[in-house]
């Protein structure tokens, strides 16, 4: 059965240092992973995809097959960024397992 | 504008009493899905539906029902509710687009409280 795996249920760092979100999964097929980010009383909405390699926000997450993982990181982080995130495994269709999320808290 | 919208936003009500949630699209995505958001647990997936009568479990179906008639919407109904299935739920609409292009939409959230 697939598996997603957000080790860090809370993370704070400063303003301006890097942060990096870690995610890993266990899935015996090919892979499809997802970052999902939730603001303050906002709705979740797509980070990104692996598959598309996109920047956003400044973030970018790389799938490593051989660690089974998907981490997001992100050089400079920002206030703004404080939010909680969710990885997320794309088996078929729109069977999605998510993790448990992770908190980030950017200081000033 | 593109959304999701669901009904109602907050409910309580009392063990056994059936109770559905709307869910509604407007732009014509095959793929809708209902999860459920709990604290320590993230979402987890209850339904989905890749289109219209066309309908699976996800990874926590026990004691939900859902239809998918039209395919703008997609209720979740549960027969009889229980305590446990106090959460907040959210509703998604998703499709791939040519290119592998994907968009995905979640709705705001009903927060459920079954006493």
């Known amino acids: 059965a697939q598996r997603v795996t957000q080790p860090e249920k809370l993370l704070s760092v400063f303003k301006g240092a890097p942060v990096e979100l870690k995610c890993n999964y266990s899935?015996?097929?090919?892979?499809?992973l997802f970052w999902y980010v939730q603001y303050s009383r906002q709705r979740l909405q797509l980070l990104l995809r692996h598959i598309s390699r996109e920047s956003i926000k400044g973030f970018t997450a790389d799938l490593n097959k051989g660690e089974t993982s998907f981490h997001l990181k992100k050089p400079f982080a920002q206030e703004e960024d404080s939010a909680m995130y969710y990885c997320a495994l794309r088996t078929s269709g729109s069977r999605l397992t998510f993790g448990e999320g992770t908190q980030l808290t950017v200081n000033p | 504008e593109a959304q999701v919208t669901q009904n109602p936003r907050y409910l309580i009500t009392v063990t056994g009493k059936k109770l559905t949630v709307t869910c509604s699209q407007n732009?014509?995505?095959?793929?809708m899905s209902w999860y459920r958001q709990d604290p320590g647990l993230g979402l987890r997936q209850i339904y989905y539906s890749m289109n219209v009568e066309v309908t699976d479990k996800g990874d926590v179906p026990e004691g939900y029902k859902v239809s998918r008639k039209e395919k703008r919407n997609f209720p979740l109904i549960l027969e009889s509710p229980s305590p446990n299935q106090t959460s907040l739920y959210f509703c998604?609409?998703?499709?791939?687009?040519?290119?592998?292009?994907?968009?995905?939409?979640f709705g705001p959230g009903t927060r459920l409280t079954v006493t």
């Open positions: 732009m014509n995505h095959e793929y």
């Open positions: 998604a609409s998703s499709r791939w687009t040519s290119g592998s292009s994907y968009e995905q939409y």
């Open positions: 899935y015996s097929g090919s892979p499809e």
